[in-house]
């Protein structure tokens, strides 16, 4: 099939790549403040989630 490519090349990357391109992509023809504010964008939504992450683990360890 046609995917087969694309699912190799994607094997290969990192899960914090694929996640990355998944959510926010960035192409080619994207303007330089467009793919610093998108990977920014990115990484501060995945700073919030572990932090919310180990939060919320705290709080159950705590009460446990």
Same mark, same amino acid.
């Given at each position: 099939? &046609? &995917?087969?490519?694309?699912?190799? @090349?994607?094997?290969? @990357?990192? =899960? =914090?790549? $694929?996640? $990355?391109?998944?959510?926010?992509?960035?192409?080619?023809?994207?303007?330089?403040?467009?793919?610093?504010?998108?990977?920014?964008?990115?990484?501060?939504?995945?700073?919030?989630?572990? =932090?919310?992450?180990?939060?919320? #683990? #705290?709080?159950?360890?705590?009460?446990?």
């Amino acid at each position: 099939m &046609n &995917n087969e490519p694309d699912d190799l @090349q994607e094997e290969d @990357q990192p =899960l =914090l790549q $694929r996640l $990355r391109n998944s959510i926010l992509p960035v192409k080619s023809t994207d303007a330089t403040p467009v793919k610093l504010l998108k990977d920014s964008a990115f990484y501060l939504f995945a700073v919030m989630a572990l =932090l919310v992450t180990l939060l919320l #683990g #705290g709080a159950i360890m705590f009460v446990l």
